[in-house]
């Protein structure tokens, strides 16, 4: 069995959608939304497998949405604009049906919903869309136990680099990145997230203190973890001090 949920603006949509779904007795319809606010709530209180959604709707965009929610349920975009088929398919969404499409259509995309989630993979889904926001991101999305969850950037102790990925370690826990330690220094503010080491990036908010050798820092984290600043880096720190 699996959750469902609708999220579309016009009711005849929505309504397609409640009859097609009655040829797939598996899929649990749990109950549907006409905005994109009450879409967030939505998802965050029921935690469907899948959500139809359509792509413009009042209060925030379909996309807008992947980017509020504590959980990335599987997606089938569903609008009546080609226009954003791209934009779906790089968010990883299962498919995107396009208005008006037949019962035909619509079982294509629950089989490819059905091959996808067979395989078990786990998607970046929706984290381009949090990083790729011209201001810096006040909340990121991060792979946790095979889903992704939201965290807040303000709660990151300190980032380290994982090979072609980076490893955010927090209070509650260490999450893993998409993203290099490059691709999120340039991401992050950096009069807070700051780079101290190739290797390492740290929250100036989060520092206990500072410990000075002959020609290098350690810095120890509120966590009790310590950083050490590589020289090529040390003029970050040195800045800072008066």
Do not use: W
């Not at 959500?51 to 980017?67: E, H, R």
């Amino acid at each position: 069995m699996k959750k469902v949920l609708i999220i579309d603006d016009e009711a005849a949509a929505r309504k397609l959608i409640k009859e097609y779904l009655t040829d797939f007795p598996e899929l649990i319809l749990l109950g549907e939304a006409n905005n994109g606010v009450d879409a967030v709530k939505m998802i965050n209180e029921f935690k469907p497998d899948l959500v139809f959604m359509d792509v413009q709707m009042p209060g925030m965009s379909g996309f807008d949405v992947l980017t509020h929610i504590e959980e990335i349920p599987q997606i089938i975009f569903s609008t009546a604009y080609d226009k954003y088929a791209l934009q779906a398919f790089e968010v990883h969404a299962i498919d995107y049906l396009l208005k008006p499409y037949t019962k035909e259509r619509f079982k294509v995309a629950i089989e490819r919903l059905n091959s996808y989630m067979g395989e078990n993979k786990v998607r970046p889904l929706a984290e381009s869309l949090l990083m790729d926001q011209p201001k810096y991101p006040e909340r990121i999305l991060v792979q946790s136990q095979g889903k992704l969850i939201t965290i807040a950037v303000k709660d990151i102790i300190r980032v380290e680099a994982y090979g072609d990925y980076s490893k955010l370690i927090t209070d509650t826990g260490v999450y893993l990145s998409n993203f290099g330690i490059s691709v999120l220094e340039e991401k992050f503010n950096n009069t807070i997230l700051i780079r101290v080491h190739r290797s390492s990036i740290i929250n100036l908010n989060k520092v206990k203190e500072l410990n000075k050798y002959t020609k290098s820092y350690d810095v120890i984290m509120q966590n009790e973890d310590v950083v050490r600043v590589s020289r090529g880096y040390m003029d970050n720190i040195k800045r800072l001090m008066f």
